[in-house]
């Protein structure tokens, strides 16, 4: 035979290799230092650099864990009491409305988060708060689309436009949020219509995500399509390379009166060992010093005012409608039945 | 299916040892199943009480998958025979560098190739959607797990069958299409399914390409709508899918065993071709990993000005963490395939047997369900982030490392260890001194497998991994889903060097395996 001890050796050498692996991920811990855990849905560099300067300020640590919203809601579900998250942070209303539901958030008593956050982007509850604004509004490419078309969501579904709406398929949250906002203006019956006008307005079949989407209107096979304006915002602030931004010129962004809100907030966790320190985490990010930072990182907008971020101040102010992120999260699952029971695949 | 168990008289001076190997076997299954055994209670569970529905987008779902399935499963099983039929038996221009290249879609994750062809698509006016697409990214990316196996069977189908064939002045289509292929399928069978496997898991090429899938629709019922139930019902169709994808190859494999026994070794033939028929060979081996690898590399080309602004020295830490957990689930995974696929062979037990064959089941259940179902067993424990990721990893991983180690341990021949029994030895030493040596190929092959699945694995690092433990595949789908491609092209580059180092480590192995399998043969 060949082998025995050339092969012994080898096996020592790979189980060496194991267990120093298995240590240099051990060792990755940290401890004994005054520290919050923080479940994110949001994954920016620029929210580190946030987090770090908060550290800086109270000599807090922040231990960090992003991923995909509903992964971390399950998670935290899972983990129960023994979770090791102080705080979780979530985009759409929807989300923070059902955490709050699964009673993964508590209420906070804060003076300063509630002069931070406006009333109708924080749980009545308190147990979560906004912490930037995200607006799906129409984008038009004016060759084919005239922005006085489309100045209101509900002339989307006007038989005018057929053949030149594009949209993202009813998966995605902004879309549920945005007609649980319709369901709750226009109602059942005129919602539903508005969906059926919408899909038979349809140029092209629904899209995965929203940046293809605003593309094909920069190129004409989309005359307009309903959009997050942070993923024009980042085409035309080049941010995705300079043949984006040149290509993005063509887009024009339409604001309806009112504009529909969504937004990404956060809240302390149920469990959460150190509510004190995540108290003073969450008003540091809703804090007028930190907006600048969290919001404009992805050129959304802050929870007050309009910022200073130069893209969005081309688009011009907007008016706000007055449907609250909670009855976004309340009218989230009538919101999804209607759109699969009209056609919005 | 296993050789059959050693000769009967010889049991009772084994039955400590063997005892031994079997509760190892037992106990490696056992934590392999429990997390599926838990889902099957809840599935069944759900069932009872009604909660368990496929919803809405159920049949589209099923239909969705299915369909990927077999379009994949027959362009990937053309493509990955095919080139392992030419690169093993022909000899024309380029052979050895093609050989290589077949490894390369293994170092691209699909979730990669399909972002960047939507992003180039979409900036050039085309519509990159759908099942056709879905099927194109798909087999690329997996066709290399056909061509791993089937190549080595291709290789090992000896010069005297197909001199033989030659005499008989059968030409090579012939001896391909009425020997090797034969012989072959076995291999090619349990590359199939191992392809099929990837393709039902599959989550973020499928939800890019907008395809409705069962793997989305699990994570959509139970992480989007809190419905537990209904996820574990659609996943028991995966599993039922994925039983019918092992059931076919393990029958396959049985049914071609007769063949198996009678193989020859030595040099295959090389079959010279000149001409239009080697510029078809060549284009068939180099158009997918052309496709698969070069995508990626053009989508960065066309972005260099971005590269620089997205290097961070993160990066380096990014790295080390994937590196570290695919070394250790590689370690992992094929030490527990190795003690199964041994005590397979070792007892007589029908039990054992269909225990072991479950123990891959772990592979069929989508990452994110298996990294609930691990969450819901390690808290009331309060199971380390870390041990449930390894976990979760090798129980997902197992069937990759033991479909190749169970397919050459079914070519070795009986005979041998009732051979080495007859001088006396027992199965630790037959382990030591016979199988080990000749299931060295398969096993390499198997751990840089794995390896380089866990380093592109997402769904079960994304919900197991502890705080301030980003790996490289946790950026890049963070990045690639929030459509900043841009952001994700340093982690993406880095998965692609380590699947290369891996692939390129397989290259040695393909290059020896004819002259391996020779000594025990001739």
Redesign the interface.
């Given at each position: 035979m060949r082998i025995t001890r050339k092969t012994a050796g080898r096996n020592a050498g790979l189980l060496a290799l194991l267990l120093a692996s298995s240590g240099l991920l051990a060792a990755c811990n940290t401890s004994g230092r005054q520290e919050i855990g923080v479940y994110s849905g949001r994954h920016y560099n620029t929210d580190q650099e946030l987090y770090d300067r908060f550290t800086a300020e109270t000599g807090i640590k922040v231990k960090l864990l992003e991923a995909k919203d509903d992964a971390l809601i399950q998670r935290l579900r899972s983990e129960g009491s023994n979770s090791p998250a102080d705080v979780l942070i979530l985009a759409d209303a929807a989300r923070l409305d059902r955490a709050a539901h699964l009673d993964l958030f508590q209420s906070v008593d804060s003076a300063a988060l509630e002069a931070a956050v406006p009333a109708d982007l924080r749980d009545p509850n308190n147990r979560w708060f906004g912490l930037t604004r995200r607006l799906r509004a129409p984008m038009v490419n004016p060759a084919q689309v005239q922005p006085t078309e489309v100045n209101s969501y509900r002339k989307l579904a006007d038989p005018a436009l057929k053949g030149r709406l594009c949209l993202r398929n009813r998966r995605s949250v902004y879309n549920q949020s945005l007609v649980a906002f319709m369901l709750d203006r226009e109602g059942e019956a005129a919602t539903a219509a508005w969906i059926r006008g919408m899909v038979a307005n349809l140029a092209q079949p629904v899209y995965g995500s929203d940046t293809p989407m605003i593309r094909a209107v920069a190129q004409g096979r989309c005359g307009v399509a309903l959009a997050n304006s942070y993923y024009l915002g980042r085409l035309q602030a080049g941010d995705k390379g300079a043949d984006d931004q040149k290509l993005s010129a063509a887009v024009q962004v339409v604001w309806p009166d009112p504009v529909h809100v969504n937004i990404t907030g956060g809240g302390i966790t149920r469990h959460s060992q150190h509510p004190k320190e995540a108290r003073r985490f969450l008003e540091f990010l809703a804090s007028n010093q930190a907006q600048g930072g969290y919001a404009a990182a992805n050129h959304e907008y802050p929870i007050r005012g309009f910022g200073n971020d130069p893209v969005l101040s081309a688009w011009g102010p907007f008016r706000q409608a007055d449907v609250s992120a909670a009855r976004l999260g309340e009218l989230n699952g009538k919101a999804l039945d209607l759109m699969t029971a009209n056609g919005w695949q | 299916m296993s050789m059959s168990p050693l000769a009967a008289g010889d049991r009772p001076t084994w039955q400590p040892g063997r005892r031994l190997l079997s509760s190892g076997a037992l106990l490696l299954a056992l934590l392999a199943l429990w997390p599926i055994g838990g889902l099957l209670g809840e599935g069944l569970q759900g069932l009872l009480t009604g909660s368990a529905q496929l919803g809405?987008?159920g049949g589209a779902q099923l239909r969705g998958t299915t369909l990927l399935l077999l379009g994949t499963a027959l362009l990937g099983g053309t493509l990955g025979t095919a080139n392992g039929w030419l690169l093993a038996n022909c000899r024309f221009p380029g052979r050895r560098l093609l050989r290589v290249a077949q490894l390369l879609p293994l170092a691209s994750p699909s979730y990669l190739l399909a972002a960047t062809l939507?992003?180039l698509?979409?900036?050039q006016?085309l519509?990159i959607?759908?099942l056709g697409w879905g099927v194109l990214v798909m087999a690329v990316s997996t066709y290399p797990y056909v061509f791993l196996l089937s190549t080595e069977s291709f290789t090992i189908c000896g010069r005297r069958q197909l001199e033989a064939c030659r005499c008989l002045g059968v030409g090579p289509w012939n001896s391909f299409r009425r020997i090797a292929l034969p012989l072959a399928l076995p291999a090619i069978g349990a590359g199939i399914a191992l392809m099929g496997m990837e393709v039902v898991n599959e989550l973020g090429a499928v939800?890019?390409?907008?395809i409705p899938s069962l793997s989305?629709g699990i994570?959509?019922a139970?992480?989007?709508e809190?419905n537990p139930a209904g996820a574990v019902g659609l996943a028991l169709i995966t599993l039922c899918i994925v039983m019918v994808l092992l059931v076919g190859e393990r029958r396959l494999r049985r049914r071609s065993r007769r063949w198996t026994e009678g193989v020859a070794g030595g040099e295959s033939p090389a079959w010279p071709l000149q001409g239009q028929r080697a510029l078809g060979a060549q284009v068939l081996g180099l158009v997918p990993p052309l496709l698969s690898l070069g995508i990626p590399l053009l989508w960065t080309a066309r972005?260099l000005?971005?590269l620089r602004a997205g290097f961070?020295g993160e990066l380096l830490q990014l790295t080390?963490?994937s590196?570290?957990?695919g070394?250790?689930a590689a370690?992992?995974a094929v030490a527990a395939a190795l003690v199964l696929a041994i005590a397979k062979r070792w007892s007589s037990a029908a039990w054992l047997r269909s225990l072991t064959f479950l123990a891959g089941m772990g592979y069929a259940v989508p990452g994110?369900v298996l990294a609930?179902a691990l969450?819901?067993l390690g808290?009331p424990w309060?199971l380390a982030p870390?041990l449930l990721l390894?976990w979760g990893y090798s129980d997902r991983f197992l069937a990759v490392a033991k479909g190749g180690l169970d397919a050459a341990l079914e070519r070795l021949s009986p005979s041998l260890d009732e051979a080495a029994t007859g001088l006396g030895c027992r199965w630790p030493a037959v382990l030591?001194?016979?199988h080990?040596?000749l299931l060295?190929g398969p096993l390499a092959v198997g751990a840089l497998l794995v390896f380089v699945d866990t380093v592109k694995e997402l769904?079960l690092t994304?919900?197991l991994?502890?705080?301030?433990?980003?790996t490289l595949s946790?950026r890049v789908f963070?990045?690639a889903?929030?459509?900043?491609?841009?952001?994700a092209l340093w982690p993406a580059l880095m998965i692609l060097t380590l699947g290369l180092i891996a692939a390129l480590a397989l290259i040695p192995g393909l290059e020896r395996q004819g002259q391996d399998q020779a000594p025990s043969r001739g």
């Open positions: - | 809405p987008d939507v992003d698509g979409s900036r006016g519509r959607h759908g939800q890019l390409l907008g989305a994570l959509q139970w992480q989007a809190g972005n000005d971005q961070s080390g963490r590196l570290g957990l070394l250790a370690g992992l994110a609930l969450l819901l808290s309060r870390l390894l030591q001194r016979i080990l040596p060295r769904p994304f919900a991994r502890p705080f301030d433990f980003d946790v963070q990045y889903s929030d459509e900043r491609l841009a952001a």
